[in-house]
């Protein structure tokens, strides 16, 4: 940041940009492209007239909405050509984040790849509205639509969301304690003991990105699933362990293999077992795994 900005002018975008990071995250998808936004972001912030902005909050969440808009438009393409199935990029988060339900959930991998699921202007609508709760005309004025249209936006993006998100919304302690058995159970590699915690119908999957192995599809079922943990993964690379961390708000699994870092594996819980793995291995999106990552809704 240069020098030559007004010390309040400074204040106010890092006072903001904590919030900043989650909107163009939400959005993106990407902490690496999240970056980029918000350098983008502070450039503009330091050129503007800072005596004509009578809200710098609200600002700056629209010139964040339409950068994040806009890179997620040439993404989105790059996405298409992806080595196997892409998840978002992981990020650790502080124990707030896990105690903040609304945050931990809108941050979580399972409504991230839903958000994949709608198109760009959908979901920086659905960000901006359902989990920012702004104002109609202000997001109007960053994805560049009339109010009565956003209203149209927002309601259709609502309902794609609402026919694929989880059932209902489940407590970090409950992942938590189901995310305890199945590492005791990934440690020991017993089959019988991944049978128990994973769902009938469990999905695995694993992004590596074409740099790191990874199924090029999605693995169904708890026996597949349960094989692939007991007898494949990490145990021909090398010795594998496991080291409990936050992740998107939710308990997670930092995988080692060789003492190195290897990858990351959060989870979906329904009714007490795991529906849901989602192992991310490409080493391009574990950056953001070796520290802390500030979220604000606020």
């Not at 106010?12 to 918000?38: I, P, Q």
């Not at 199935?85 to 959930?105: F, G, H």
């Not at 915690?197 to 992004?207: E, G, K, N, W, Y």
């Not at 936050?246 to 795991?274: F, K, Q, T």
Request: aromatic share 6%; hydrophobic share 45%.
């Amino acid at each position: 940041m240069s020098d030559d900005v007004t010390d309040p002018a400074t204040e106010a975008f890092l006072s903001h940009r904590n919030l900043l990071f989650t909107v163009a995250y939400e959005v993106l998808g990407s902490a690496a492209d999240t970056e980029d936004v918000l350098q983008e972001t502070w450039l503009r912030w330091a050129r503007a007239d800072h005596g004509q902005v009578r809200d710098p909050r609200a600002y700056l969440v629209v010139v964040t909405t339409r950068l994040a808009l806009d890179r997620l438009r040439v993404v989105k393409r790059h996405r298409e050509t992806y080595v196997g199935p892409w998840l978002p990029e992981p990020l650790l988060t502080a124990p707030d984040v896990a105690e903040d339900v609304e945050l931990a959930e809108s941050v979580s991998m399972a409504l991230m790849l839903v958000l994949e699921t709608l198109s760009p202007t959908e979901r920086a609508v659905f960000v901006l509205r359902e989990v920012f709760d702004v104002g109609y005309d202000e997001i109007a004025a960053a994805v560049d639509k009339s109010p009565a249209a956003v209203r149209q936006v927002a309601h259709r993006a609502r309902r794609h969301v609402d026919a694929r998100r989880p059932r209902r919304a489940v407590s970090s302690a409950e992942v938590r304690a189901v995310m305890c058995s199945f590492r005791r159970a990934v440690d020991t590699g017993g089959p019988q003991a991944l049978l128990e915690v994973l769902a009938p119908q469990v999905v695995l999957i694993s992004d590596g990105g074409g740099i790191k192995h990874a199924a090029l599809r999605p693995v169904t079922g708890a026996e597949r699933v349960a094989r692939m943990f007991a007898g494949g993964i990490g145990r021909v690379e090398g010795a594998l362990t496991t080291e409990p961390a936050l992740v998107n708000g939710y308990p997670a699994l930092l995988i080692h293999l060789g003492g190195e870092l290897d990858g990351v594996m959060a989870i979906s819980v329904e009714d007490a077992r795991i529906t849901s793995l989602f192992y991310v291995r490409n080493p391009e999106k574990l950056s953001h795994v070796t520290s802390v990552t500030p979220l604000s809704l606020n």
